[in-house]
Nanobody
Framework: QVQLVESGGGLVQAGGSLRLSCAAS????????MGWFRQAPGKEREFVAT????????SYTDSVKGRFTISRDIARNTVHLQMNSLKSEDTAVYYC?????????????????WGQGTQVTVSS
């Protein structure tokens, strides 16, 4: 069993930066992947980024490429999302996710574990 706890959300002006963190309790298997989804009011949950726990391969949705960076700290069982050049359209609740069987796709049903979410608000 894995529990995920996010931190680092908040209010920032457009063009600013935030760093989200997600601490995982329990064992992250070598085949696992961790990542982030987000959900804006009135919209469906959207894939943001993922990272393979063992080898560190990353993938991003097109709208955040070049602005967001996902990374992991294996020793601390933590994944981070560095968000730069934030836009108003990045406003959403951000959820940390983890899959146990290596799924790294964009379908939210592929991720077994979810955090409680952290609010990111970008003011224009």
């Amino acid at each position: 069993q894995v529990q995920l706890v996010e931190s680092g959300g908040g209010l920032v002006q457009a063009g600013g930066s935030l760093r989200l963190s997600c601490a995982a309790s329990g064992r992250i298997g070598s085949s696992a992947a961790m990542g982030w989804f987000r959900q804006a009011p009135g919209k469906e949950r959207e894939f943001v980024a993922t990272i393979r726990w063992s080898f560190g391969e990353t993938s991003y949705t097109d709208s955040v490429k070049g602005r967001f960076t996902i990374s992991r700290d294996i020793a601390r069982n933590t994944v981070h999302l560095q968000m730069n050049s934030l836009k108003s359209e990045d406003t959403a609740v951000y959820y940390c996710v983890a899959s146990s069987l290596g799924y790294r796709g964009t379908d939210p049903t592929g991720y077994l574990y979810w955090g409680q979410g952290t609010q990111v608000t970008v003011s224009s």
